[in-house]
T-cell receptor, first 118, second 112 residues
Framework: NAGVMQNPRHLVRRRGQEARLRCSPM?????VYWYRQLPEEGLKFMVY????????ESGMPKERFSAEFPKEGPSILRIQQVVRGDSAAYFC????????????????FGAGSRLTVL | QKEVEQDPGPLSVPEGAIVSLNCTYS??????FMWYRQYSRKGPELLMY????GNKEDGRFTAQVDKSSKYISLFIRDSQPSDSATYLC????????????FGTGTQLKVEL
């Protein structure tokens, strides 16, 4: 089991460019979450998706950020017109079911994608 | 006030010491409590998970929850240099969807 796979591990973009971060959940997991970790800050929830559906995007900035989890392929976090403040580590996590907190249905995180905006 | 407060450290202890890591939280509706360990440049990995007050033990690790004080702790016995990492507490709100609220993490260094 390869775990949660994220790529690229490191991404450098200039201001105004687009960043696309990809996440393949663990085998058998159909729930995907994106978190952002800024320097000296904890992990902050961004969005929760199931296949083809956004369940909760309450942590996503209103502009420039979008996420999808298509029927086929990985989940994508897309940041348009990046700014220096977008520089952070972006972590994807997955779970086998919804309703976190029930039994062993906990999050498994990937190694993260580190975005640097020049 | 932050929903979850955690001392960022760094905390430095000698090998073999007992380590105590703590978080406080403000919302009494939080019901599920987790501790994650994060090595440098890696993703968080789940260490302990509990949903009730009291202690839960797993090897050298003990998670303790005191809901009346809104206080959670992680104890590491016989600490090893390989325990050097950042430890994150994470809390889940009952009925609040699937959003974990994380502390900022405590950086631990276990020295030989």
């Amino acid at each position: 089991n390869a775990g949660v796979m994220q790529n690229p591990r490191h991404l450098v973009r200039r201001r105004g460019q687009e960043a696309r971060l990809r996440c393949s959940p663990m085998k058998g997991h159909s729930h995907v979450y994106w978190y952002r970790q800024l320097p000296e800050e904890g992990l902050k929830f961004m969005v929760y998706l199931q296949k083809e559906n956004i369940i909760d995007e309450s942590g996503m900035p209103k502009e420039r950020f979008s996420a999808e989890f298509p029927k086929e392929g990985p989940s994508i976090l897309r940041i348009q017109q990046v700014v220096r403040g977008d520089s952070a580590a972006y972590f994807c996590a997955s779970s086998p079911f919804g309703s976190l907190g029930s039994g062993a249905n906990v999050l498994t995180f990937g190694a993260g994608s580190r975005l640097t905006v020049l | 006030q932050k929903e979850v407060e955690q001392d960022p450290g760094p905390l430095s202890v000698p090998e073999g010491a007992i380590v105590s890591l703590n978080c406080t939280y403000s919302n009494s509706a939080f019901q599920y409590f987790m501790w994650y360990r994060q090595y440098s440049r890696k993703g968080p990995e789940l260490l302990m998970y509990t949903y009730s007050s009291g202690n839960k033990e797993d090897g050298r690790f003990t998670a303790q929850v005191d809901k009346s004080s809104k206080y959670i702790s992680l104890f590491i016995r016989d600490s090893q240099p390989s325990d050097s990492a950042t430890y994150l507490c994470a809390i889940l709100l009952t009925g609040g969807g699937n959003k974990l609220t994380f502390g900022t993490g405590t950086q631990l260094k276990v020295e030989l």
